[in-house]
C-alpha cells in the first residue's frame, strides 16, 4: 500500500522558534511537494523538489525553506515560525510519469503562538 | 485571477438526489485533470481523473469541457457517505505542478 507519512499529526510552537516538518514516502517517487492548505484558499504550493538536493520554489516559498537529502525525505524548515504560518501543512509525492496520482501524507496541524 | 475555481458551495442535498457542480481553470494549456476528495481533517485522496472524452466510475461522472475551460463532476444517489469536499486539480502541459482549487463542500442529509 502506498505510504506517505509525516512526522507530526499535530505541533504547537511559539513565535521565533525554529520548526521542521518531515515527510517520507515510500514510493520511489522522485516528486515530493509541500503544501499548506487554509479555509476558503485551497491548497497553495510552498515548495516541491522532483530529485535529491533539487529543489523549486512553489507560488508561496517566503519564510520557509526545504531540504531534500535523500529520495524518500522532503524536509519543510520555518527558519522562524510567526502566527501566519499557523496552518495546515500536506506532503505529497508524485512519481515520474508526470500523469500519476499525487498522494498526500496525513497532514500536519501547526500552530504558531 | 485564481488559476481554478470552484463553486465552495455548500451543497445541502438530501439522499438519493444527484448533485453536479463545476471547477473553472485559467490556464488554456491544461493537459491532465482530476478530481479528489477531502474528507474533514484528513488528506486529499484521488477519487477520478477526468478524460476529454468524459468517464464514469459508478455513481460518480466527470466531463472535461476544453472549449469552456471547466471540469464537472456529477454524484447520482448521493450516499451520507459522499458528504466531503471535492477539489478540483489541474496540470498544465509537461509540468509536475498541481494547481487546486479551494474545493466544494458536499453535505447529504438522510
Known amino acids: 500500500d502506498v505510504k506517505v507519512t509525516q512526522s507530526s499529526r499535530y505541533l504547537v510552537k511559539r513565535t521565533g522558534e525554529k520548526v521542521f516538518l518531515e515527510c517520507v514516502q515510500d514510493?520511489?517517487?522522485?516528486?515530493m511537494f509541500w503544501y499548506r492548505q487554509d479555509p476558503g484558499l485551497g491548497l497553495r504550493l510552498i515548495y516541491f523538489?522532483?530529485?535529491?538536493?533539487?529543489?523549486e520554489k512553489g507560488d508561496i516559498p517566503e519564510g520557509y525553506s526545504v531540504s531534500r537529502e535523500k529520495k524518500e525525505r522532503f524536509s519543510l524548515i520555518l527558519e522562524s515560525a510567526s502566527t501566519n504560518q499557523t496552518s495546515m501543512y500536506l506532503c505529497?509525492?508524485?512519481?515520474?510519469?508526470?500523469?500519476?496520482?499525487?498522494?498526500f501524507g496525513p497532514g500536519t496541524r501547526l500552530t504558531v503562538l | 485571477r485564481k488559476e481554478v475555481e470552484q463553486d465552495p458551495g455548500p451543497f445541502n442535498v438530501p439522499e438519493g438526489a444527484t448533485v453536479a457542480f463545476n471547477c473553472t481553470y485559467s490556464?488554456?494549456?491544461?493537459?491532465?485533470f482530476f478530481w479528489y476528495r477531502q474528507d474533514c481533517r484528513k488528506e486529499p485522496k484521488l477519487l477520478m481523473s477526468?478524460?476529454?472524452s468524459g468517464n464514469e466510475d459508478g455513481r460518480f461522472t466527470a466531463q472535461l469541457n476544453r472549449a469552456s475551460q471547466y471540469i464537472s463532476l456529477l454524484i447520482r444517489d448521493s450516499k451520507l457517505s459522499d458528504s466531503a469536499t471535492y477539489l478540483c486539480?489541474?496540470?498544465?502541459?509537461?509540468?509536475?505542478?498541481?494547481?487546486f482549487g479551494a474545493g466544494t463542500t458536499v453535505t447529504v442529509r438522510a
Open positions: 477526468v478524460y476529454s
Open positions: 514510493m520511489d517517487h522522485e516528486n
Open positions: 505529497a509525492s508524485l512519481g515520474a510519469g508526470g500523469t500519476d496520482t499525487q498522494y
Open positions: 486539480v489541474v496540470i498544465p502541459l509537461r509540468d509536475y505542478k498541481l494547481s
Open positions: 490556464n488554456s494549456a491544461s493537459q491532465s
Open positions: 523538489s522532483y530529485d535529491v538536493k533539487m529543489k
